[in-house]
């Protein structure tokens, strides 16, 4: 029996769709058995058909992308009112990506930056007619509503698009590893004893040695192991942008624990070493974080 | 699955009213050696500290991970006092200077994400110093009732 699927695109790069795609002619292997019945990325659909569609027609809801919109929380609940099992794939849908760190300012903030501010606007507008509305405030889409499955990435690679696909369609289980990036770095390890960190253009990177141990921030021992170890292996520090393990409830405070564990540098030092740490230590999940919760709540208290 | 929780609606009546009567909710963590003994020092020899602090015991201030703070912020806790033992005094040797690298950086996050960083406070007191323990609670709760309630606090 062939299943019905459907992939939403809320606010995303559509990253994850491309990555889908370039499984080329593997998904040969998996396209027979999925008759797609929404897919806007690829296919002509619009809104009106999936409302269109009976609840609980469709087997398998993917929702990529996060919530800035009013018109992407309707279509997230539509999905969910459509879908029998609904993933979260990739960052955006299970962490609220990184678009997320836009919760560090109110949205009125980042609007007139956007639309009055910025250095290429010539009319400066805000665009109101014929508009859905901006949330105040973006939320992993677990916290809008209830998913059956989360798979991590940005984007997840289309080896991990497949292995699900081909799990929920065989009906073996696939639960996310506690391993990290580094179990999968092919990187040699030794003790760690960091005097100083590097930005990723100075210095000159040792290829066989652990990017940590040379100073340079790979965020990998925090990060879920799902990618590969694919940045580390080229020489690029992990960005931990597939977030943490399953295990770890705040990306950034886990990096931050680890990061005093393992820098031997005064105070002073690692606080100058780290400019932005929202920016560093939350690519992805800032919306997912503690502090964005309490950001949250404090600007809910300010308007009442 | 993460740390963000829904936000659940409070009445503005109840927040009006705990404004007033301010009393301030700080959670407190001692290491085992050197603070917690302090804190036993301070109230075996009856000193007098205001009661708004909740002391859990840990065996090492390096053992605090830095989202047991944001976690106690974020369920409303009004401050985060952090006690440990002086450097170099560290009964594992090095667990309090972990905290202290992990505090500047945690201190920092804080300061970023708009919330101010004086409801986190690091000091040391060792097990012989009662009255440094009484001081760094008083000045912390000083410190709070002048902030006022932490913006994230839901009603009791």
Same mark, same amino acid.
């Given at each position: ?17 491309? =990555? ?21 990325? /690829? ?9 269109? !569609? ?20 309707? !279509? ?21 990506? /990184? ?11 980042? /609007? ?42 940005? %984007? ?52 066989? *040695? &652990? ?19 694919? &940045? ?11 977030? %943490?393990?399953? =295990? ?22 690692? *606080? ?29 208290? *300010?308007?009442? | ?8 609606? #409070? ?33 075996? #020899? ?26 106690? !912020? ?15 005094? &560290? ?18 996050? /804080? ?37 006022? %309630? ?7």
């Amino acid at each position: 029996m062939t299943k019905r699927v459907a992939f939403a695109q809320l606010t995303s790069c559509w990253g994850c769709d491309q =990555s889908l795609v370039d499984l080329h002619f593997r998904l040969l292997d998996v396209l027979p058995e999925l008759e797609i019945v929404y897919w806007p990325a /690829v296919v002509d659909y619009k809104l009106k058909d999936l409302e269109a !569609l009976p609840d609980d027609s469709i087997h398998l809801g993917f929702v990529e992308g996060s919530c800035r919109t009013n018109e992407d929380l309707h !279509l997230l609940k539509t999905m969910r009112k459509k879908s029998k099992l609904l993933i979260a794939w990739g960052s955006c849908s299970c962490y609220g990506g /990184v678009q997320g760190l836009g919760n560090q300012w109110p949205i009125e903030e980042l /609007v007139e930056r956007k639309f009055l501010q910025a250095d290429s606007v010539t009319d400066p507008r805000i665009p109101e007619s014929n508009m859905p509305g901006f949330l105040g405030i973006v939320k992993p889409n677990p916290a809008h509503v209830k998913f059956e499955m989360v798979l991590p990435g940005c %984007p997840p690679t289309s080896d991990n698009t497949y292995d699900v696909v081909e799990a929920l369609l065989t009906g073996k289980p696939f639960d996310l590893p506690e391993r990290t990036v580094c179990d999968e770095c092919p990187k040699e390890r030794e003790d760690k004893h960091i005097v100083k960190f590097y930005r990723t253009h100075e210095g000159k990177i040792d290829p066989n *040695k &652990c990017l940590l141990d040379q100073g340079y921030l790979c965020l990998g021992f925090a990060t879920i192991g799902l990618c590969g170890a694919q &940045c580390p292996t080229v020489n690029t520090p992990c960005k931990g942008c597939f977030g %943490p393990p399953p =295990s770890v409830k705040d990306h950034g405070a886990k990096i931050i624990s680890a990061l005093g564990a393992v820098a031997e540098m005064s105070p002073e030092e690692l *606080k100058e070493a780290f400019p932005d740490p929202i920016g560093s230590f939350y690519f992805t999940d800032y919306a997912a974080s503690y502090l964005s919760s309490i950001t949250a709540k404090k600007r809910k208290e *300010k308007e009442e | 699955m993460t740390a963000m929780a829904d936000t659940s609606s #409070s009445s503005t009546k109840a927040k009006k009213k705990r404004k007033k009567g301010f009393e301030p909710r700080i959670v407190s963590f001692c290491c085992n050696w050197c603070s917690y003994a302090g804190a036993d020092l301070a109230g075996t #020899s009856r000193m007098q500290m205001p009661p708004n602090v909740r002391i859990i015991r840990v065996n090492c201030t390096g053992r605090i991970d830095p989202s047991f703070v944001l976690d106690a !912020l974020a369920q409303g806790a009004d401050g985060v006092l952090i006690s440990g033992c002086h450097p170099g005094d &560290c009964h594992y040797t090095s667990g309090n200077l972990k905290m202290r690298g992990r505090f500047v950086l945690l201190e920092s996050l /804080v300061e970023q994400a708009g919330f101010d960083p004086r409801r986190v406070h690091l000091q040391w007191a060792s097990a012989a110093e009662g009255d440094v323990f009484r001081d760094g609670v008083t000045a912390m709760v000083e410190r709070i009732k002048e902030l006022g %309630p932490n913006p994230a606090r839901e009603e009791d």
